[in-house]
């Protein structure tokens, strides 16, 4: 620490001095004499930093992009289009890029002062300046088209069939819902909200006069999942957005999709996983590889933590894996969960199925009444 | 308004009236009418300028102490606990404190620097001068436009002494977050503070802007038509205009979050559950309206940063490459495109926000048409390059480091305004990378190109050409080395505003990448500091003009006398004949604007006194003299 900072310290004196010198050195040789060395050597930089330049961006480009998501492409079938559209806008802008950034710099160097050269009154050209309006134009307007076409499938209607997942956010974490056995998710309200009793989302499931609320039995089933979300491969999604307090944003960099959470107002974003997390494992060859949802939009101090994690998995796995939850009304009545009931009924061994059939039945009739 | 009649009615004791040409040197002044509250256009610039460039210092240095968090994550630095106490503990700066400093940084580079110190600067100085003009048309509202801004950067300032400390909620202030003091412990005093400090630099800028607008249509000299003006002159007027316009929506926008902070309203509030403090009684508030209030003027302020210097560069180029700008008339359409579709772009910002996909499609096209007159001025200033004879001095050479950085940030451009690219870059390091070079960056090269450029004009003397060459050079390559990898980290769905990533599989391949950028950041921030010894010690000891006219221009100011007194013009006001850039007409190396059509060849108007080339002996000495 104290040698950098002596070195720090030591490196500005050494640069003030050159430059007191050179005032000096100009004042003995002339103005002008000192003023066109200088410019010859701010003239070499041009072409040196445009060289080097080059070569930078070449070498950056070597070291990083095995670093990024590209090589292994979107994990959504729909995201494969952000790419193509990212690599059409690459090739060209890239082309523009290196054309005008070498012409400037090569002007620069070329053009450095002379003195017996007389520069081009060159005012104005109406033809460079009509080609240089409309190429420009043509070419953005084809982009447009392209994204277009896109967006309008990225934020149009889910595919039929498509599963149904909602998305919480809130300070600092995420929940996914799932709509159980019925396929209908139940009512809820913020106020319902009370995490000591393990309702996290305030869904309605008793009757609340003060709220002038009746009871949703669309949500005895629901399913709760907290910082995992499990999808299924080749089977399209639909998330449900939802923030509890302030903006969150649902951002899923390896799928190429992003949507805010707004509280208050729910988004919704569709896209079709396309490999599962096992495959990916192998394609990058990274046995920790793992999809992660980050909450993209500053929601405070513990921004940076807000990670949920993605499992895309089989049907057959998916199956199994919600064979195994309970919906989320047992943790908070664990009297009413039939297979708490079991050992206290064991002499009556069809009350338990009994009970389930029911309130399977109780569903069915709320999801008829909500359709 | 009378020329004549603006000095007399802003600084009625300081005119002798019928006696011009003494009038400035009639100025019993204090030294607090002359360099504090001073109504001289002039005085007020170079207030703007200093004050900015003080934030400038500050919010760098904030940028390198949270840079040393993302680049150092694992290190501990004991120094900073002994600097900033608990913000800091076991020596790494706390996650409060790192968005307090993210925040802040944003919104006084933005506000404070790239708006007060860059248009509030050069608006000042340049607009008087080049359209010859004794001074502002409100001198007094120009000095109160400085004096709001002042105010604004103390209450910014205290804010740092709050015990919740500043605000932490991001530069864009998004309630819900920054309207619930229980969401973040940055978002109560230190927000209201924040909101104060802005309000006041509402107010600040929109008494600046009037002033600027109403000066440029009605105060220019004999034969100054506005497409005579320089471009320099054109960016800041332009960016006045947009100013003007977008910055009440703003003030709106604020005001209604104000009222959702302490009055029970519920505009931006609905359906909030706090953890720990439970359901708020607010409903029916949309918190995306903030959004659409914020970009009405949070887009047009882009171009409120980048339009001046656009006009810089442009006048600075034309004049170092001894040419004359290419398309000049191209030049004034373009920004004035640039200015109407600044306002219809500002939706960009929120693709992802679950917008209706129709208007989000409107805003793709407009945004992406944006693109074209920025292609255009682009070509131009290559054009203007192409067959010069460049001297290279050290604003000539911010002038192409801009072209160059403005190129690769306007270009990137493309992928953010395009919806369907956004989707997956929205909120990340590429964002980052686009906008600090597009407009941070850019804004900051046509700063110091400027400040280079117009520093003889200022003070009287030179800075040191030497220590303006490496700062140039060590902050262009600094500033790619800086945000040229941020893209790559931004295409692989890094995102913005994270106080660590070492917990996500996805972006902790980044460690050593964001230690490069680090280091980068805190030489290119050293670099900074040969620009503020040249700086302030050139205003004292800086090599003193000999001549008028040292860069040998055409514009107007460089008319005026060596040391210009409040009036600017000793005698008569001069007339103007041509537009500004007459380089290498005709074998003349440069035509004033004073000079007639016709004349160019008049012994009168090519004589070194004239054309403002002639040395002075003893300049200081002379100017004493001439008026004892």
């Known amino acids: ?371 | 308004m009378n020329n004549e009649a603006v000095l007399q009615a802003g600084a009625a004791t300081l005119h002798v009236a019928g006696d011009h040409g003494e009038a400035h040197h009639h100025h019993k002044q204090s030294f607090i009418t002359k360099y504090i509250f001073s109504q001289d256009h002039k005085t007020i610039g170079k207030q703007f300028l200093i004050t900015g460039i003080i934030w400038a210092l500050i919010g760098g240095f904030m940028s390198v102490l949270f840079r040393l968090q993302l680049g150092f994550p694992d290190t501990s630095f004991p120094w900073l606990s002994t600097v900033i106490g608990h913000w800091a503990k076991d020596g790494h700066i706390t996650a409060e404190a790192y968005y307090s400093l993210t925040t802040i940084h944003g919104t006084v580079m933005i506000f404070f620097v790239l708006t007060g110190g860059l248009s509030g600067t050069f608006a000042n100085f340049l607009i008087p001068l080049q359209i010859g003009a004794r001074d502002m048309a409100s001198p007094l509202m120009n000095m109160l436009s400085y004096w709001f801004f002042f105010t604004a950067s103390v209450i910014m300032l205290s804010s740092f002494f709050v015990e919740t400390g500043p605000f932490a909620g991001g530069w864009t202030a998004y309630p819900p977050l920054s309207a619930l003091g229980d969401a973040s412990p940055g978002s109560k005093t230190g927000m209201d503070l924040w909101l104060a400090s802005l309000i006041l630099f509402v107010v600040s800028q929109l008494l600046a802007g009037l002033n600027y607008i109403s000066t440029v249509l009605n105060m220019r000299t004999k034969g100054m038509s506005m497409m005579r003006m320089p471009l320099s002159t054109w960016g800041v007027f332009l960016q006045a205009v947009l100013g003007v316009l977008s910055f009440p929506v703003l003030f709106a926008g604020f005001i209604l979050l104000i009222f959702d902070r302490h009055f029970g309203t519920s505009f931006y509030l609905s359906d909030i559950y706090i953890q720990g403090v439970g359901a708020l009684p607010h409903e029916g508030g949309n918190a995306i309206l903030y959004q659409h209030l914020f970009w009405f003027l949070g887009h047009p302020e882009v171009y409120i940063v980048i339009l001046p210097a656009m006009g810089i560069v442009s006048e600075v180029m034309s004049t170092n490459g001894r040419k004359p700008i290419f398309g000049y008339s191209a030049m004034v359409m373009s920004m004035f495109a640039i200015v109407v579709l600044a306002f219809l772009v500002w939706a960009h910002h929120m693709f992802v926000t679950g917008m209706n996909p129709f208007l989000g499609s409107i805003f793709v096209l407009l945004t992406l048409l944006i693109a074209v007159p920025s292609a255009i001025k682009v070509f131009n200033w290559l054009t203007t390059l192409w067959k010069g004879n460049l001297r290279f001095t050290p604003g000539m050479l911010f002038a192409i480091g801009f072209v160059s950085v403005f190129i690769s940030g306007g270009l990137t451009g493309i992928y953010t305004g395009n919806s369907a690219i956004d989707i997956h870059i929205h909120d990340t390091y590429f964002i980052i990378a686009h906008f600090h070079l597009v407009m941070g960056v850019a804004a900051f090269f046509g700063m110091f190109c400027g400040v280079y450029h117009w520093f003889p004009k200022m003070y009287g003397r030179h800075m040191n050409n030497t220590l303006g060459y490496i700062h140039f050079w060590v902050t262009l390559v600094g500033a790619y080395l800086i945000f040229w990898p941020m893209h790559y980290e931004g295409l692989a769905g890094m995102p913005r505003r994270y106080y660590d990533y070492s917990s996500w599989e996805s972006f902790k391949q980044f460690v050593e990448l964001n230690r490069f950028i680090s280091i980068c950041v805190i030489i290119t921030f050293a670099a900074q500091f040969l620009f503020l010894f040249n700086f302030f010690h050139s205003i004292f000891k800086g090599r003193k003009l000999t001549v008028k006219n040292p860069w040998k221009s055409n514009a107007l100011e460089w008319t005026t006398p060596i040391n210009v007194g409040h009036g600017n013009w000793p005698g008569e006001i001069p007339e103007v004949h041509r537009w500004p850039y007459d380089y290498s007409k005709d074998g003349h190396d440069f035509i004033p604007q004073t000079v007639p059509v016709g004349e160019e060849d008049n012994p009168l108007y090519t004589s070194a006194e004239f054309t403002g080339i002639k040395v002075e002996e003893e300049p200081a000495k002379a100017h004493t003299k001439a008026h004892a």
């Open chain 1, 1 to 371: 620490m104290f040698f950098t900072v002596a070195a720090f310290f030591l490196i500005v004196i050494v640069i003030f001095q050159i430059a007191k010198a050179t005032e000096y050195v100009s004042v003995l040789k002339g103005e002008e004499q000192s003023f066109k060395q200088s410019n010859k050597v701010n003239g070499v930089l041009m072409i040196v930093f445009l060289i080097l330049g080059l070569i930078g961006v070449y070498w950056c480009n070597k070291l990083l992009y095995p670093r990024m998501t590209f090589r292994e492409g979107s994990a959504s079938i729909e995201g494969e289009q952000v790419d193509k559209l990212f690599w059409i806008t690459l090739i060209l802008t890239g082309i523009v890029f290196f054309a005008t950034q070498i012409l400037l710099f090569w002007f620069a160097f070329r053009y450095q002062y002379k003195e017996n050269r007389k520069a081009f009154y060159f005012p104005h050209n109406n033809t460079m300046e009509i080609i240089w309006t409309s190429v420009p134009t043509i070419v953005l307007l084809i982009m447009i088209v392209y994204g277009l076409r896109s967006w309008f499938l990225f934020t149009g209607d889910a595919p039929k069939g498509a599963m149904q997942i909602e998305v919480t956010g809130h300070q600092f974490g995420w929940e996914f819902r799932y709509p159980g056995e019925d396929g209908v998710f139940g009512k809820k309200y913020f106020k319902d909200i009370d995490p000591a009793n393990s309702n996290t989302l305030g869904l309605i499931w008793q009757d609340n006069a003060a709220l002038k609320q009746k009871a949703d039995p669309a949500t005895f089933d629901d399913i709760i999942i907290s910082g995992t979300m499990y999808l299924v491969k080749n089977k399209p999604v639909e998330l449900l957005i939802n923030s509890q307090d302030v903006i969150h944003d649902v951002g899923l960099p390896q799928f190429r999709m992003k949507m805010d959470a707004v509280p208050g107002t729910p988004t919704r974003l569709w896209f079709t996983p396309k490999y599962t997390t096992e495959e990916m494992r192998k394609i990058t060859g990274n046995p920790h590889y793992t999809y992660e949802l980050a909450c993209d939009q500053l929601c405070g101090n513990g921004h940076y933590s807000m990670r949920a994690v993605i499992e895309v998995v089989t049907q057959q796995e998916y199956d199994v894996i919600m064979a195994k939850q309970k919906p989320a009304y047992f943790r908070a009545f664990p009297d009413k969960d039939p297979s708490n009931q079991q050992p206290a009924a064991a002499t009556d061994s069809t009350a338990a199925p009994g009970a389930a059939t029911a309130l399977r039945a109780a569903h069915d009739t709320a999801a008829l009444a909500l359709r």
